[in-house]
């Protein structure tokens, strides 16, 4: 099913600039029982999105009726979300006029057996590394290259995320999700400035220890730090919170302070589905 700028269709001018360009946002958002879970927050960072790009944003409580309307009937779904510059200009140069594209469409929810969420993920470091772009760093722009090409890497589906480091080495991310490091009853995570996504979960995550006096650190990190983690543990808007059990042949214990952030998550989750 999809909406095209509020209507039941999908097809794209081949001009749009998203396609053209990747001049363009995304998002991609869980649906329960019909709700698009933690909506508002992928809105307003696609708004921040739009602001950083210079795309005018499009209205958020015309975006939460959309979303509304493509999730109602779904019991378990994904919502994909797509605001680019739309068509026109010459060249790189943008329309002096702007009409930007708003398509939304959605998917069945991705099989992942239940056992990566109990048992934990088995995860590999990728060659490809991420360039540093501090003006784009944070967004989710359509720009995704860096994680196509690291996610050619590998087909064993044993292997169920990624790392991903930039050009000077530092740990930044999965593939597809954000990373934290559990190291003597701390939380560490990367810092995000330079390149990597400002993934929702993340962000959770960051005020649920904040708020739980959980010691949480954002910091540059390296290979050597993941390697003397206790814990690692990895998240994004689909699959939640993964443990990492296995990093190439590197192994990790699952302990009580990612039990403790799954639990606390899975309650505020909750709350964000009961208030819908
Ligand atoms: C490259 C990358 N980093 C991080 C994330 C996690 O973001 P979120 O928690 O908003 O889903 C994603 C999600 O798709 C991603 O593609």
């Not at 990566?116 to 995704?144: E, V, Y």
């Not at 190291?183 to 904040?210: E, F, H, M, W």
Request: net charge neutral.
């Amino acid at each position: 099913m999809y909406l095209l700028n509020g209507e039941r269709k999908h097809c794209i001018e081949f001009s749009d600039r998203g396609f053209q360009y990747g001049d363009g946002l995304f998002e991609t958002i869980e649906i329960i029982n019909g709700i698009p879970v933690f909506l508002d927050q992928h809105l307003q960072r696609l708004h921040k999105g739009c602001i950083k790009l210079r795309i005018p944003p499009p209205a958020i409580e015309l975006l939460t009726d959309e979303a509304n309307q493509l999730a109602q009937g779904s019991d378990k779904a994904v919502l994909k979300l797509i605001v680019t510059r739309g068509s026109g200009g010459r060249g790189y140069r943008q329309p002096d006029n702007i009409q930007t594209t708003r398509l939304f469409s959605l998917h069945p929810y991705p099989h992942y057996p239940e056992k990566l969420s109990k048992q934990g993920i088995n995860a590999r470091f990728c060659d490809t590394r991420l360039g540093l772009n501090p003006s784009l760093a944070g967004i989710k722009h359509m720009n995704r290259l860096e994680q196509v090409m690291a996610r050619s890497e590998w087909s064993n589906t044993d292997i169920h995320e990624g790392i991903m480091m930039d050009i000077n080495g530092h740990i930044i991310e999965g593939t597809m999700s954000n990373i934290f490091l559990v190291k003597d009853n701390c939380l560490y995570t990367p810092l995000i400035d330079q390149c990597g996504v400002d993934g929702i979960l993340r962000n959770i995550i960051i005020a649920l220890a904040s708020e739980n006096r959980i010691p949480l650190v954002e910091k540059v990190l390296t290979k050597a730090d993941v390697f003397s983690a206790d814990e690692l543990f990895v998240t994004n808007s689909i699959v939640g919170i993964w443990s990492v059990k296995k990093i190439d042949t590197h192994s990790f214990i699952m302990s009580s302070v990612s039990e403790n952030i799954k639990q606390l998550f899975s309650v505020f989750k909750q709350e964000a589905i009961n208030v819908c």
